[in-house]
């Protein structure tokens, strides 16, 4: 069954310091890897998918990395600014089903 | 505009009582998706549908049924809430599974059961 890791579970950065967040996961046999953005008490926006072929994704100043062989995803974010305080998730597709790691909550201090 | 809407954003019952929650998206997807999400345990996979009339179970479906009787509605039912169903429950759609598709969420259900 696959397994979601990641850490760390919470971080606080004042802002203009780049962001690192980290996704682990057991199975290397995925369709995809997604990462998503969680405002409180709100449900989930996506912000980046990479598939299983490719290496990284981009959109402004986030980029996400994909190593399957190593079972690891990066979501780098650059500059950070307060709007970008949330809780960010990243999951795993396995034959169609997604599974979540338990996400790492973000603060970005002005 | 991709939308998914669910029922209530803010649910309260009483332990026992059988409770519906809806979901209903707009974008013609074939797959949806329930998950409950609670504190440090992320989003968790109750049922998902591929198709009208048809389910999987996913990796906590008891004390949980669910319908899919038209394409773009899918219903999660608690036969005889529990206090343990207290939780967060959202609704997800997508398009075919095995390409380059992203799941789509609701606002999300927020129930209590005293």
């Keep these: 069954k696959q397994e979601v890791t990641q850490i760390p579970a919470a971080l606080s950065v004042p802002e203009g310091e780049n962001l690192v967040l980290n996704c682990s996961f057991t199975d290397s046999a995925i369709y995809n890897l997604q990462w998503f953005r969680q405002d409180p008490g709100k449900g989930l926006t996506s912000l980046l998918l990479i598939q299983s072929s490719q290496r990284e994704q981009t959109s402004g100043r986030l980029n996400a990395s994909l190593d399957k062989s190593s079972g690891r995803s990066t979501l780098y974010i650059a500059a950070s600014q307060p709007g970008d305080s949330a809780t960010y998730l990243c999951a795993a597709d396995s034959w169609g089903k997604f599974q979540f790691g338990a996400g790492t909550q973000v603060v970005v201090t002005p | ?114």
């Excluded at chain 2, 949980?64 to 529990?82: G, N």
């Excluded at chain 2, 343990?84 to 969420?105: D, H, I, P, R, V």
Aim: net charge positive.
């Design chain 2, 1 to 114: 505009d991709v939308k998914v809407t669910q029922s209530s954003r803010y649910l309260v019952k009483r332990t026992g009582e059988k409770v519906f929650l809806e979901c209903v998206q707009d974008m013609d997807h074939e797959n949806m998706f329930w998950y409950r999400q609670d504190p440090g345990l992320g989003l968790r996979l109750i049922y998902f549908s591929y198709d009208v009339k048809m389910k999987e179970k996913g990796d906590i479906p008891e004390g949980y049924s669910v319908s899919r009787e038209k394409k773009e509605r899918f219903s999660l039912i608690l036969e005889s809430a529990s206090t343990n169903q207290t939780s967060m429950y959202l609704c997800a759609s997508s398009l075919l599974s095995g390409k380059k598709e992203t799941q789509y969420f609701g606002p999300g259900t927020r129930l209590l059961v005293l």
